[in-house]
């Protein structure tokens, strides 16, 4: 008897990345009947082309969305349904309906097998809304259909995240609480992972209040009971330095760099995005107490916002790179369907772009897309292509490089910022608006495979 086959289309921006695999396909194939065949397309190594099957999955980031409905309609067609789900098409339901056939609105798990059987009876609903569910017993996602020559396996321990910052819609897709699967379940599905590298993909690792504090040291207490040998990586806020046990942890089960969104050195910003949880911090004082455990600092500032003038832009970024901040990473302020910030410019009338879908392709983070109260926008754009080359200079890479092995007093952390940082220098088309600074590539690989043969020295 013939199965019925799903197709899983992972859409990638012009430039792909070759970090980590697309998780939430893997959850979405692991929640799919046996009865089924599923198999994953991964644009980051292969274009989409067209397969027989009788069901089509998508997903996609904003700046993705174009992409996706290509996908979709290169199957549609043909007459074949497709079902798009994912933070864009959570956000913009009304629109990804006019591409797709029908929406997963949040989380899958409630409404995947719902999905599944309407589309075995021809029947498929426009819409489909998750609802947020306990996270124990969450299956595995199926990482036999994940390429091998991603760099780092990931996983996922919580869900959720408690700030509401302006810019940001994490909140409004997986939650204000955190939800935490139990550090037993996490600790069995780490020990089916194959890849030295691994990336945590929760948006806080620590949380917030002494309970998750706890957890966060039995996870890692855990990984290192049962000799679960990871160089790994993950997001974190400021008050993870409040918890010197925390990061010792941390540090003893392998962790080498944890991601700051700083944000801004200056209060006003700050108070601009609510991003509550910075206020009130010396960052030099939390970079301090993380270097002493051998953990680098991966430190992300926003640039653009209406608070922002030419001049304090100029001293934000000089305060990205002479602070002790390991790997430097910076952005422009965009407004993403879903936030608050975009729901604030679209009803001023300060949004420049607005032809959707055709200007999602520019919701990258890469470029200015709304007129800032202080800023000159041509005069901006100028500034970030000048500041974009000056990041990434050899002479700036090693030079923090020096400073991450004083700092961390560990070899290994030092060399994993300076790849890193490496792997960010995406070759320059100087004079182009827009160029990625920050994206990870293709062009990477090289560097890589580099820190790989390192690595096994150690």
């Given at each position: ?63 993705m969305a174009n992409r996706a409905y290509q996908v979709a309609s290169m199957f549609r067609e043909r007459g074949i349904p ?180 700083i944000e801004a050195e200056d209060r006003t910003v700050l108070e601009s995005m609510n991003k509550r949880v910075n206020l ?159 994206y990870l590539s293709r062009e990477s690989l090289p560097v890589i495979d580099l820190y790989q043969r390192f690595e096994k020295?150690?």
């Open positions: 008897m013939r199965k019925n086959k799903l197709v899983l289309v992972n859409p990638t921006l012009s430039n792909p990345f070759p970090g980590f695999p697309p998780l939430g396909l893997g959850y979405v194939a692991a929640l799919t009947p046996a009865h089924w065949d599923v198999e994953l397309i991964d644009e980051n190594f292969e274009p989409a082309a067209f397969r027989d099957c009788d069901l089509v999955g998508l997903t996609g980031f904003t700046a497709v079902v798009m789900g994912g933070i864009h098409a959570s956000m913009m339901p009304d629109e990804a309906l006019q591409h797709v056939d029908a929406v997963v609105i949040g989380e899958a798990e409630s409404v995947w097998a719902e999905v599944i059987a309407d589309a075995e009876a021809g029947r498929l609903k426009k819409r489909y809304s998750g609802e947020l569910t306990d996270l124990k017993g969450l299956v595995h996602p199926r990482r036999d259909l994940f390429s091998d020559r991603y760099l780092c396996d990931s996983i996922q321990t919580a869900r959720g995240c408690p700030n509401d910052c302006e810019f940001c819609s994490v909140s409004q897709f997986n939650g204000f609480a955190f939800r935490e699967r139990p550090v037993d379940e996490v600790l069995d599905e780490l020990a089916t992972l194959k890849k030295k590298y691994l990336f945590i993909v929760d948006d806080n690792i620590v949380g917030s209040g002494s309970r998750k504090a706890n957890r966060a040291i039995a996870l890692s207490r855990g990984m290192v009971e049962r000799g679960l040998d990871f160089a790994w990586y993950s997001h974190a806020a400021l008050n993870a330095a409040d918890h010197e046990d925390v990061l010792a942890a941390l540090a003893a089960s392998g962790c080498r760099l944890l991601f700051l969104g009130q911090r010396d960052y030099e004082e939390v970079f301090r107490k993380i270097h002493a455990h051998g953990i680098g600092i991966h430190g992300s500032m926003i640039f653009g916002t209406d608070e922002d003038t030419l001049e304090s832009l100029e001293r934000r970024f000089d305060y990205l790179l002479d602070s002790h901040i390991d790997v430097v990473q910076f952005c422009t302020l965009t407004p993403y369907p879903g936030t608050r910030l975009f729901d604030r410019l679209l009803a001023e009338g300060r949004l420049f772009y607005t032809d959707f879908p055709a200007d999602w392709d520019r919701y990258d983070l890469t470029e200015i897309l709304f007129k800032p109260h202080r800023l000159d926008v041509e005069g901006y754009r100028r500034l970030m292509r000048k500041l974009g080359a000056r990041a990434y200079r050899r002479r700036d890479v090693a030079r923090r490089f020096l400073r991450s092995l004083r700092d961390t007093r560990s070899l290994n952390t030092a060399i994993w910022c300076l790849f890193t940082n490496q792997i960010y220098r995406v070759p320059r088309r100087d004079g182009q608006p827009g160029q990625k600074f920050w020295l150690f």
